[in-house]
């Protein structure tokens, strides 16, 4: 029976941590903006980069598992030192809960919402390209650098540079959440948006 060798990923933290840290960033200020009330009466949208973030981070995270994901049955822990299985768990409870509670409160409300959302994508036709770009740059790279045993520097770089876009989306929250509903006149920052959600799309690409 050969023996087991235990692989460093990235960060040193168990495979797909980085991934789960993303999908539950993603997942979870979406569904803080599907609960938060508006204070001028204006239906707040979820934002393009976060519709298209959350169908590819989700999409991607569950299709990676037992693949790059540690699961049970490896000798690895899995992501983020969790029991197996919890974050998808986490991650259902979430998006389940969130539309569930939305529908029993205020099922106007959430249909107002996916309209604005809708609307709001109109307005960025060319967001698709960006963060799918982003995700494409991302595969390209990973097949340059390896994709069995990629370098653990290079690994490193990608992971803090995500982690450090989805700390970007945390302050892109703080824009939706507190400042943007308390004016009579929104404003946002698409270009800004637009670059932290390819980054964010980048390392998917550079982990499929």
Known sequence: MPEFIKQRHALGLPAGSVRA???????????AILLMPSRTGAMIALPPYLVYLLFLVLGHYFAAHGNTIATRADLEPSPLYLPG??????IVLA?????????????AGLEGQFTASVEALKNEP??????LGGFLVGVMVRAAVGRSNPPLVWQDFEAWLS??????LGAAAVNHLFIQTSLEVPFGMPTWEAGLGAVI????????
């Open 21 to 31: 840290l993303h999908a539950l960033g993603v997942v979870g200020l979406s569904c």
């Open 126 to 131: 060319y967001l698709p390209l960006i963060i």
């Open 85 to 90: 299985g919890l974050v998808r768990v986490l």
């Open 201 to 208: 799309a980048f390392y998917f690409g550079a982990r499929s």
């Open 163 to 168: 982690v450090i876009a989805l700390v970007g």
């Open 95 to 107: 998006i389940v809960g969130t539309i569930g509670w939305r529908l029993y409160d205020d099922p």
